[in-house]
């Protein structure tokens, strides 16, 4: 099975419903993140979480909300999508370690969202 | 200012050649670390290789090593002997922002499409 889980892997869906994502993780892994994905933009942070008590926007937070219901989940909600957030959606965790700048991250598989 | 630079949108090689993708980063931290992942078509990301800050040594991982040139904060990306499964993007990331345990967050570079020709 999967470290990390997401659901759902695809959506579609229309302006103004509102959407949740959501990442779980078996890795047992503290700190979690949610990413979005743009054709020639790269991956933008959205909303980090070092754990349960503990989140934190990112370079692109607007227009999202986040849940950390459990140290192995993670939502992300779309509260009143539009359609320039259609875009692949990743989450992802990494682990506390001895050194300070080691910490690969693990990615789940995505999730394409399109709203249209 | 963007702190992670690819500069390459795209790269064709021919298959079993080698191939060199160019990343530059800028920070102001003595402590930080530099990745690379590969997306394939498919969509996951792969992580491919780990370069510290103090690391003496080039990092290397089977057909894949790293360039770590710290006066130059450039972290290229070297692919040996190259197959048609490395077709993929490629992304150069960093962490930064120093926190207990670990650094905050990955800041990650536009990505660059390589196209491996048989």
């Known amino acids: 099975d999967a470290d990390v889980t997401q659901t759902p892997r695809n959506r579609i869906t229309k302006t103004g419903k509102r959407i949740m994502l959501e990442c779980s993780q078996t890795?047992?892994?503290?700190?979690m993140y949610w990413y979005r994905q743009d054709p020639g933009l790269g991956l933008r942070l959205i909303y980090y979480s070092f754990d349960v008590k503990d989140i934190n926007k990112g370079e692109i937070s607007d227009g999202y909300s986040v849940s950390r219901q459990a140290q192995a989940k993670f939502s992300l909600s779309l509260e009143s999508a539009i359609p320039n957030q259609t875009a692949l959606y990743f989450c992802?965790?990494?682990?506390?370690?001895?050194?300070?700048?080691?910490?690969?991250?693990?990615f789940g598989p995505g999730t394409r969202l399109t709203v249209l | 200012a963007q702190k992670i630079t690819q500069t390459q949108p795209g790269m064709f090689v021919q298959e079993k050649e080698a191939v060199t993708l160019d990343c530059t980063y800028d920070t102001s931290d003595p402590s930080y670390g530099l990745f690379w992942y590969k997306q394939p078509s498919s969509g996951e990301m792969i992580f491919l290789i780990y370069q510290g800050s103090y690391d003496q040594q080039n990092a290397t991982e089977g057909r894949y090593s790293l360039n770590f040139q710290k006066a130059r904060k450039s972290a290229n990306l070297v692919i040996s002997a190259s197959q048609l499964g490395d077709s993929a993007m490629y992304f150069c990331a960093m962490g930064e922002g120093q926190t207990q345990g670990g650094s905050e967050k990955l800041v990650f570079g536009k990505g660059t499409k390589l196209t491996v020709n048989p």
């Open positions: 992802a965790t990494s682990g506390f370690r001895d050194r300070a700048s080691d910490d690969e991250q693990f």
């Open positions: 890795k047992g892994h503290d700190r």
